[in-house]
């Protein structure tokens, strides 16, 4: 008989808001909510792609038309056009010259309109829609389609220019990323869908891509080209990729059944909120946020991920707590400019993931060590790799600064549902996980040993509290061999979630 846990502790008022959906009233009395997670989410998500938002029928005044009839219409008239032109693309399919490098270069300003049922195609041909360094240019009701842009390259805002906006535009089918990412770029209302690699590479050759906002997509079926089996180890796929982005709002966004992680925030990320999304069947995790810092995680709906990639790992016998929430080096850091100073998770519902949240730290990863798989990249404390070897590593402020850290993460308020059967799991798809890998590499690293795993598990101020707990949950501290109940995890020296309710099944 499995044991059955009740703790009833800590501001039970605030817990229901997790069964309601609404904020707590203060003052209100204690009650432990009782529904399951609402369905509403799910009827509001943005469910473009099924039936994309129309153009204007007409050319809006002013416009220059774009003829589906000529081969290249759009951009020789691209070329002919001065800066800040309309261009209103008519119904039909629009092509390219048939040269692999053809494409349009917009001017500054330039909108492009697709009138409804507009499609630019790229026949498996062309590999770039949209490129160029021209700023602020907007790409709207658009169907882009069949480019084939090389792996980590993407086919509209190909050159990553600044101020973009891609709004009610579909996105699919094409090799490479649907889109790259500028600064102050804008992607609303769209669906990128069933494309090679990603959905959206946000990566900038040069420089850090700020003020980025994704808001109110849908993002399905990307990474059709299973590029982690082709590059083993790669992480290069996912719905999105975030690379040295430096404030991002991701809200609103459906994203699901991507091969891989549906969003991947990874290396020297910072100020993010990710924030009313539903995030949900893709094979990996739902989100990972590696090797980064500073973000709000809240009011998401995150449910049956990593089923595929997880059970891949359970099935060889991998004991590491694989987790749909996967913070990898990341956590909160004052010095680092952003609107919160640590990494808070809260009033998300997960439900039938395989595991819940892992927050991890290797030991072996940092500047200028060869675990470090952010290749020549150094945190964003150390502007100089170099320095970060001996002797000067081995103490303070280079011994804390040549490291990311998971630190400062606050996780409160949530719920986390579990249904095995649901799943179709036995083991290994029920963990928390707070820990770190026994230090060993290379041979001189000042981070040998344990030390990084007693820092994660108790002095780098991770916490838990406040959750709401159904099912048959286990919690991994300190390194992979330490499983336990919720009565060790609470107690010392872990203790963790304080005020949590613990249950076995909804009404039990």
């Given at each position: 008989m499995a044991i059955r846990w009740r703790i009833w502790a800590g501001p039970a008022a605030a817990l229901a808001l997790l069964a309601t959906g609404c904020e707590s009233t203060p003052g209100a009395p204690a009650a432990?909510?009782?529904?399951?997670?609402?369905?509403?989410?799910?009827?509001?998500?943005?469910?473009?792609?099924?039936k994309p938002a129309a153009g204007p029928a007409k050319a809006p005044p002013g416009a220059v038309t774009v003829d589906p009839g000529v081969v290249g219409d759009l951009v020789a008239k691209t070329k002919k056009s001065p800066a800040n032109t309309?261009?209103?693309?008519?119904?039909?399919?629009?092509?390219?010259?048939?040269?692999r490098y053809a494409q349009v270069i917009p001017k500054k300003g330039n909108r492009y309109l697709g009138a409804p049922g507009a499609v630019l195609d790229g026949g498996k041909t062309n590999q770039y829609a949209f490129g160029g360094s021209?700023?602020?240019?907007t790409v709207s009701h658009l169907t882009v389609q069949r480019f084939v842009a090389p792996p980590d390259e993407g086919v509209v805002n190909h050159d990553s220019a600044d101020g973009w906006v891609i709004e009610y535009a579909?996105?699919?089918?094409?090799?490479?990323?649907?889109?790259?990412?500028?600064?102050?770029?804008?992607?609303?209302?769209?669906?990128?869908?069933?494309?090679?690699?990603?959905?959206?590479?946000?990566?900038?050759a040069k420089g850090r891509i700020s003020g980025l906002v994704v808001e109110?997509?849908?993002?399905?079926?990307?990474?059709?080209?299973?590029?982690?089996?082709?590059?083993?180890g790669c992480g290069c796929t996912g719905g999105i990729k975030f690379w040295a982005v430096d404030g991002a709002d991701i809200r609103g966004n459906w994203v699901h059944d991507n091969r891989g992680t549906g969003l991947w925030a990874d290396t020297n990320n910072n100020d993010f909120r990710i924030e009313s999304n539903v995030i949900e069947a893709n094979d990996g995790a739902a989100l990972i946020y590696e090797t980064s810092y500073n973000a709000v995680i809240r009011k998401n709906t995150i449910r049956r991920n990593n089923w595929v990639e997880g059970r891949r790992?359970?099935?060889?016998?991998?004991?590491?707590?694989?987790?749909?929430?996967?913070?990898?080096?990341?956590?909160?850091?004052?010095?680092?400019?952003?609107?919160?100073?640590?990494?808070?998770?809260?009033?998300?519902?997960?439900?039938?993931?395989?595991?819940?949240?892992?927050?991890?730290?290797?030991?072996?990863?940092?500047?200028?060590?060869?675990?470090?798989?952010?290749?020549?990249?150094?945190?964003?404390?150390?502007?100089?790799?170099?320095?970060?070897?001996?002797?000067?590593?081995?103490?303070?402020?280079?011994?804390?600064?040549?490291?990311?850290?998971?630190q400062r993460v606050d996780i409160h308020h949530n719920r986390f549902v579990l249904d095995k059967s649901a799943v179709e799991c036995t083991v290994r798809c029920d963990r928390m996980a707070l820990?770190?890998?026994?230090?060993?590499?290379?041979?001189?690293?000042?981070?040998?040993?344990?030390?990084?795993?007693?820092?994660?598990?108790?002095?780098?101020?991770?916490?838990?509290?406040?959750?709401?707990?159904?099912?048959?949950?286990?919690?991994?501290?300190?390194?992979?061999?330490?499983?336990?109940?919720p009565g060790q995890w609470q107690g010392r020296p872990y203790q963790q979630d304080e005020g949590s309710i613990f249950r076995v099944r909804d009404g039990g």
């Open positions: 432990e909510p009782t529904s399951r997670p609402s369905t509403s989410a799910a009827r509001s998500v943005a469910r473009v792609c099924a309309t261009f209103w693309l008519r119904p039909g399919k629009h092509r390219l010259d048939p040269d021209a700023h602020d240019v579909t996105i699919r089918r094409n090799s490479g990323a649907g889109l790259m990412a500028g600064a102050r770029q804008r992607v609303r209302a769209s669906c990128l869908r069933d494309n090679g690699q990603y959905g959206m590479n946000a990566y900038k109110g997509n849908e993002i399905v079926g990307n990474n059709t080209g299973d590029w982690e089996r082709r590059r083993k790992y359970a099935d060889r016998d991998d004991n590491f707590p694989y987790a749909t929430v996967y913070l990898s080096e990341s956590g909160g850091e004052p010095r680092v400019k952003a609107r919160t100073s640590k990494i808070e998770i809260y009033r998300n519902v997960l439900e039938n993931n395989w595991s819940g949240i892992t927050l991890w730290e290797n030991a072996d990863r940092f500047c200028n060590s060869p675990a470090n798989t952010s290749s020549g990249d150094c945190t964003l404390l150390v502007k100089n790799t170099d320095r970060c070897a001996r002797p000067a590593i081995s103490k303070d402020p280079l011994y804390s600064d040549c490291r990311w850290k998971t820990l770190a890998n026994y230090g060993t590499y290379p041979d001189w690293s000042p981070y040998q040993g344990e030390q990084v795993a007693e820092a994660i598990t108790r002095d780098q101020h991770n916490r838990w509290h406040d959750n709401v707990y159904v099912g048959p949950w286990k919690f991994v501290a300190h390194d992979p061999s330490r499983v336990l109940d």
